[in-house]
C-alpha cells in the first residue's frame, strides 16, 4: 500500500463535505460475489453463450428459463455479507460527509451495511415483480422457485434489474447525475468502467477530488487526481477505517 496516496486520499476525505462514491462490482468482490470481468470473474467461467447475451433483454424474451437458471447460479448470492468497503461507506454518510452512494450493483449490499442514499443504476435482486399485474415480490419468489418463476395471476415475475438491451431508470439517473455534480470528491472504486451509461456518468464531476481505486487499470486512469491500483476495502480502510 502506497503511504504517501493513503495520505492524500485521508487529507481530502477530511477537507470534504459532499463526498459522493461511485461503484461497481469490485466492491463486492471481497463479499465472495464474482465480477465481471477480472480474472476470476464470471466472463472467464464457461457457459452456452456469453453472459451479456444470457443477460440480454431479447436472450431473457426468447428463452425465459434458461435465463432463469443462469440468473439463478450467477446473480443471486443470499448469504453474501457486507465488507469493509461498504461499512466505511456507511460510517462517511452517517458523519455527514458522504451525500450519496452509486451504484452498478445490484445485490443490495450497501443497504445491508446501513447506507441510505443508495442509487442503484442497474436496479436490484431484491426486488421482482409481475410482468402481468406488477404484483411485488422479494428476493425469496427468485430463490425459492425453479424454471420460470410465476405470479398468483399467472403472469412471469421478472427481476427489477436492468437487462443488457434495456434502458436506465430515469430518476435514478436523474438523481445519480445531481450528487455527483454537487460533490465536492468523487470516489470511484471497483469498476471496471466499461459499461456505458453508468461509466459515463463521473464526467459529471467538477471537482478537483477525483479519485480512482481499481485493481486494474480503467480507461479513466488518466482523469483522476489521485489513481490507485489497489483493493478498494484496503484502501478504504488504511485511509478511513475507525476515524469517522
Ligand atoms: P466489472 O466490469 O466486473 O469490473 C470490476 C472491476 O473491479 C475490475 O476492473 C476489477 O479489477 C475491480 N476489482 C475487483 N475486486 C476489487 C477490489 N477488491 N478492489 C478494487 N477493485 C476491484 O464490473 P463493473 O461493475 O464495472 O461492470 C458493470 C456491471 C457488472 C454492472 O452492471 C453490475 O451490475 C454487474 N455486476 C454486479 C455484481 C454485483 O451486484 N455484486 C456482480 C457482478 C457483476
Known amino acids: 500500500m502506497m503511504k504517501p496516496e493513503i495520505d492524500t486520499l485521508k487529507a481530502w476525505i477530511e477537507q470534504s463535505k459532499r463526498i459522493v462514491f461511485f461503484g461497481g462490482a469490485g466492491v463486492s468482490t471481497e463479499s465472495k460475489i464474482p465480477d465481471f470481468r477480472s480474472d476470476t470473474g464470471l466472463y472467464k467461467q464457461k457457459y452456452p453463450y456469453p453472459a451479456e447475451t444470457m443477460l440480454s433483454h431479447s436472450f431473457f424474451e426468447k428463452h425465459p428459463e434458461e435465463f432463469y437458471d443462469f440468473y439463478r447460479n450467477v446473480m443471486i448470492y443470499p448469504d453474501a455479507k457486507p465488507n469493509r468497503a461498504h461499512y466505511v461507506l456507511t460510517a462517511l454518510e452517517q458523519a455527514g460527509k458522504l451525500t450519496a452512494v452509486v451504484t452498478q450493483n445490484i445485490d443490495g449490499l450497501h443497504q445491508a451495511a446501513g447506507s441510505r442514499n443508495v442509487y442503484e443504476l442497474h436496479g436490484s435482486v431484491h426486488r421482482n415483480y409481475c410482468m402481468e399485474c406488477g404484483k411485488t415480490y422479494g428476493l425469496d419468489a427468485i430463490t425459492g422457485s425453479t ?25 435514478t439517473l436523474d438523481c445519480a447525475v445531481t ?64 476515524e469517522y
Open 147 to 171: 424454471g420460470i418463476p410465476r405470479c398468483s395471476c399467472g403472469g412471469i415475475i421478472r427481476p427489477d434489474v436492468v437487462l443488457y438491451e434495456e434502458g436506465l431508470d430515469q430518476d
Open 179 to 242: 450528487a455527483i455534480a454537487g460533490a465536492d470528491m468523487l470516489i470511484v472504486g471497483g469498476t471496471s468502467l466499461a459499461v456505458y451509461p453508468a461509466a459515463g456518468l463521473i464526467r459529471y464531476y467538477r471537482g478537483n477530488r477525483l479519485v480512482l481505486v481499481n485493481l486494474q487499470p480503467t480507461p479513466y486512469d488518466d482523469r483522476a487526481d489521485l489513481c490507485l491500483h489497489a483493493s478498494l476495502g484496503e484502501t478504504l480502510e488504511a485511509a478511513i477505517g475507525g
